[in-house]
């Protein structure tokens, strides 16, 4: 089986949200894995990270298009983990990461995407987004204190603001894709048990202690919330132009194929192509040819 085969027998509809449609994160199941098992799955990851390294190879050559990737989760959700093994394979010299963490008082003196806009990828290159201008509609709105320190005149403080962001954001990434930057977002779907299960994990590893702050334990009282506001996020932010993946991401390894095969698909849905070379150029790569040839 091929990372295609899979796509086709997974079903990738089933984990993108339709725009406009009220999304209750309990219809989407964090442990699916569809028939597939670890060991296929590992197969099947390989296949993908060596297509994707192809695709990067050839997106960083016509230098046309840039994707940029947009992951979200929980704490312990992977999405650390699944960058690493997904981009495996990929030129670093066309790849940039970019964390998310709390704005610094120079970011809070701008607006709360200006920050983004300064790591968005160059044409040919793939950034990826650990975190993103998305938590200005999550964590922002689950923990209202951060929103007084963004410095916002009183009049922009009413009840829409959300509303309004979720407009600001859409018009973003519709002027992103109109310009070349193709956007994938994806949320690594963990149940609140797998998040248990792997704080503890952290805590009883001492090679993955530095991973934990009890200040994680005090965001997962805020589940709840979170959910709610990553929902209205959902229902409001899949666009046709920027549509949200819900990956289920308690397996690890099903979450790491599935977000790889769909990058995959969408670089091939692009039909990228080498630069044609004009007929001048040939003719000068046949006169270094023969230079070449007639050294001594």
């Not at 339709?18 to 597939?36: I, Q």
């Not at 997106?59 to 994707?67: D, E, I, K, V």
């Not at 979720?166 to 002027?175: A, G, P, S, T």
């Not at 894709?177 to 149940?191: A, P």
Request: net charge neutral; proline share 4%; glycine share 4%.
């Amino acid at each position: 089986m091929d990372s295609n085969s899979f796509l086709a027998a997974l079903n990738p509809a089933s984990m993108v949200v339709k725009p406009s449609r009220r999304v209750k994160l309990k219809d989407f199941d964090p442990s699916f894995t569809g028939n597939f098992n670890k060991k296929t799955a590992k197969e099947l990851l390989i296949q993908s990270v060596e297509e994707l390294s192809s695709y990067q190879n050839v997106l960083y050559a016509q230098n046309t298009y840039a994707l940029l990737l947009i992951f979200q989760a929980m704490d312990a959700a992977g999405k650390d983990s699944t960058i690493k093994h997904v981009m495996s394979g990929v030129n670093p010299q066309g790849c940039q990461v970019f964390s998310f963490k709390q704005p610094s008082s120079e970011e809070l003196d701008h607006d709360y995407l200006w920050r983004s806009f300064k790591a968005l990828p160059e044409r040919g290159n793939i950034g990826i987004f650990n975190r993103s201008y998305y938590e200005e509609v999550l964590v922002v709105r689950v923990r209202p204190g951060l929103l007084d320190q963004q410095q916002l005149p009183q009049s922009t403080l009413g009840k829409d603001i959300w509303q309004q962001r979720f407009e600001e954001i859409n018009n973003f990434e519709k002027y992103l894709v109109n310009n070349g930057i193709v956007v994938m977002k994806f949320f690594l779907n963990v149940s609140k048990e797998e998040q248990k299960k792997r704080f503890l994990e952290r805590i009883d590893r001492p090679e993955k202690n530095w991973k934990f702050s009890i200040a994680d334990v005090q965001e997962r009282g805020r589940w709840k919330d979170y959910m709610a506001a990553y929902e209205d996020m959902f229902s409001h932010t899949s666009t046709d132009w920027a549509p949200w993946h819900i990956i289920p991401a308690d397996n690890k390894w099903f979450t790491r194929l599935a977000v790889a095969s769909l990058v995959c698909q969408k670089l091939k849905s692009l039909n990228l192509a080498f630069p044609v070379l004009e007929d001048n150029h040939m003719e000068r790569l046949h006169e270094a040819r023969v230079m070449l040839e007639s050294e001594e």
